[in-house]
């Protein structure tokens, strides 16, 4: 007997969120990024409350990625790092103060990106990351991501993105992260299509 054919997933359609579309949605958001993270339940109510915070900073862009029927399937969004804001500090002091003078000026600070694990690996993260980096006059991105060999690190490593810090602990999470930089325009042609 033939085993039966599991029907074909469409790809995705990449989507420009507004601020106010992605408050909309944030709870739907926090909940990939629970999963995703493989954080307890609760942080995602904790994380919705800053992520709805984030909208109103300046550069705030988001992008989203919908099924055919509009689920949420991974989402990114960022802003303009600047002085004052938590990460931006935190990082900066992580850095030399030449790198930190270099990397946190006129830079996007990419918050979150991710994927509802069973649609990793089709490239959606990829075609968010490329979507956002597309459609902001940064001259530089930065982000964190836990600091070990996974298909998100892999991902900003064919992008282009470079160690800024490496094992860096944040408050509140007790695994490591590294935190990467690339310059704008991204590398895309390097950017496998499974990622």
Known sequence: MRPARRPAISDPHIQVWTAQQFAARVDEAMDIYVTAMQYPGYTGTQRAVTARRHTTNDGFECRAALGEDGTLLGFGYGYTTRPGQWWHDL??????????????????????????????????GRR???????????????????DSDTRAFQLYRHAGFVD???????????????????????????LGPSE
Do not use: K
């Open 164 to 190: 800024l810090a490496r094992h860096y602990l944040f408050p509140g999470d007790a695994r490591p992260f590294a935190v990467l930089g690339a310059r704008l325009p991204l590398v895309t042609d390097r």
């Open 128 to 146: 968010l990351l490329t979507a956002l980096a597309s459609g902001i006059p940064h001259r530089a991105i930065l982000l964190s991501t836990p």
């Open 91 to 124: 990082v900066r002091r992580a850095m030399t103060a030449e790198a930190a003078a270099d990397w946190l000026t006129d830079s996007f600070e990419l918050s979150e990106l991710h994927v509802l694990p069973e649609h990793q690996g089709r490239g959606i």
